[in-house]
């Protein structure tokens, strides 16, 4: 029952002040990051087979976040590495409550250069679930490899879910964004997305514009508000969050969804019956991530998660 993660793995600079832009801050914390290798880890890190597929640069900071999702027990059979452009950097800079902005060095990176020849099939048909986020939409050709492996995911009937990960600084404008986002649905079982990425899909907070085909399921994470999940026959169900002094929201979201589709996997055949339960497992694993600076470094344990849950259970 493996979970494999598709997508970018680059290192985050993180601002040592809170409340700074990125150009104010004194300094900053190398930590691993990106969304999909976030997940990845996340899933190991709860004690689940995990493997990533994406490319790197072949250069100190790749090897080095290779040397991370390795050590952190996830597969990296499907990870590249490039010798025509670096490994992505970005900076990231906190406000005071823990929420973020970014700003990346991708001109191009090696993550954008991943060509359809790179998708190694056979790790996508070893796995139980196949996750990705829309930053590998943006980008030629890895637009096409992204979209082969999903092609595959689908033909070998994985359990697939999508996070589209709004980062607008990545995309032209808004309206490609919007455009780029929306293109990623089509292929999703799960879509797990923020209160804020709804509102800039669809304008509002009704989820019916964001159904597709395939979708059995939309997630909406309100951040310590908790999440809610809304199902095709119009059953909908809410639960609570844990509100925690955030000191970087980073990956909190992918955190989430590491912990969503273990559940979903551990309870296939009546995952929707068990979603209240399923949730607030995610929803701690979230708001842990979120008490550290940097992502990876973040995530907890399931002993770890579950004593939290347990201590803060209302």
């Given at each position: 029952?493996?979970?494999?993660?598709?997508?970018?793995?680059?290192?985050?600079?993180?601002?040592?002040?809170?409340?700074?832009?990125?150009?104010?801050?004194?300094g900053?914390?190398?930590?691993?990051?990106?969304?999909?290798?976030?997940?990845?880890?996340?899933?190991?890190?709860?004690?689940?087979?995990?493997?990533?597929?994406?490319?790197?640069?072949?250069?100190?900071?790749?090897?080095?976040?290779?040397?991370?999702?390795?050590?952190?027990?996830?597969?990296?059979?499907?990870?590249?590495?490039?010798?025509?452009?670096?490994?992505?950097?970005?900076?990231?800079?906190?406000?005071?409550?823990?929420?973020?902005?970014?700003?990346?060095?991708?001109?191009?990176?090696?993550?954008?250069?991943?060509?359809?020849?790179?998708?190694?099939?056979?790790?996508?048909?070893?796995?139980?679930?196949f996750?990705?986020?829309?930053?590998?939409?943006?980008?030629?050709?890895?637009?096409?490899?992204?979209?082969?492996?999903?092609?595959?995911?689908?033909?070998?009937?994985?359990?697939i879910?999508?996070?589209?990960?709004?980062?607008?600084?990545?995309?032209d404008?808004?309206?490609?964004?919007?455009?780029?986002?929306?293109?990623?649905?089509?292929?999703?079982?799960?879509?797990?997305?923020?209160?804020?990425?709804?509102?800039?899909?669809?304008?509002?907070?009704?989820?019916?514009?964001?159904?597709?085909?395939?979708?059995?399921?939309?997630?909406?994470?309100?951040?310590?508000?908790?999440?809610?999940?809304?199902?095709?026959?119009?059953?909908?169900?809410?639960?609570?969050?844990y509100?925690?002094?955030?000191?970087?929201?980073?990956?909190?979201?992918?955190?989430?969804?590491?912990?969503m589709?273990?559940?979903?996997?551990?309870?296939?055949?009546?995952?929707?019956?068990?979603?209240?339960?399923?949730?607030?497992?995610?929803?701690?694993v979230?708001?842990?991530?979120?008490?550290?600076?940097?992502?990876?470094?973040?995530?907890?344990?399931?002993?770890?998660?579950?004593?939290?849950?347990?201590?803060?259970?209302?």
């Open positions: 029952m493996s979970v494999l993660s598709f997508g970018e793995l680059l290192i985050d600079f993180v601002a040592l002040e809170m409340g700074v832009a990125v150009g104010e801050a004194s900053f914390v190398k930590v691993p990051g990106g969304a999909p290798a976030n997940v990845a880890a996340a899933v190991a890190r709860l004690g689940y087979p995990s493997a990533f597929m994406g490319q790197v640069g072949d250069d100190p900071f790749g090897r080095h976040l290779a040397e991370v999702l390795a050590a952190e027990d996830v597969d990296i059979t499907g990870l590249t590495f490039s010798q025509e452009a670096r490994t992505a950097l970005a900076f990231v800079s906190n406000t005071a409550d823990g929420d973020r902005s970014f700003m990346f060095y991708r001109h191009p990176s090696a993550d954008m250069l991943m060509t359809s020849a790179d998708v190694k099939l056979a790790v996508i048909d070893a796995c139980a679930a996750h990705y986020g829309s930053i590998t939409f943006i980008h030629e050709p890895a637009a096409s490899a992204l979209t082969k492996a999903l092609d595959q995911a689908v033909a070998a009937d994985k359990f879910s999508y996070d589209p990960n709004l980062r607008l600084p990545l995309w404008n808004a309206e490609a964004a919007k455009a780029g986002m929306l293109s990623g649905l089509k292929y999703a079982n799960l879509l797990k997305i923020s209160d804020e990425e709804l509102v800039f899909l669809t304008g509002g907070a009704d989820v019916r514009p964001l159904w597709r085909e395939r979708m059995e399921m939309i997630c909406v994470t309100r951040g310590s508000a908790g999440a809610v999940v809304y199902l095709k026959d119009g059953t909908v169900v809410e639960q609570g969050g509100a925690v002094k955030a000191a970087d929201t980073t990956g909190a979201g992918d955190a989430f969804v590491a912990a589709l273990i559940g979903i996997l551990e309870n296939r055949a009546d995952y929707q019956a068990k979603l209240p339960e399923i949730l607030d497992f995610a929803n701690a979230g708001a842990m991530t979120c008490l550290q600076k940097g992502a990876i470094p973040s995530l907890p344990t399931m002993e770890e998660a579950r004593a939290f849950q347990q201590a803060n259970r209302k």
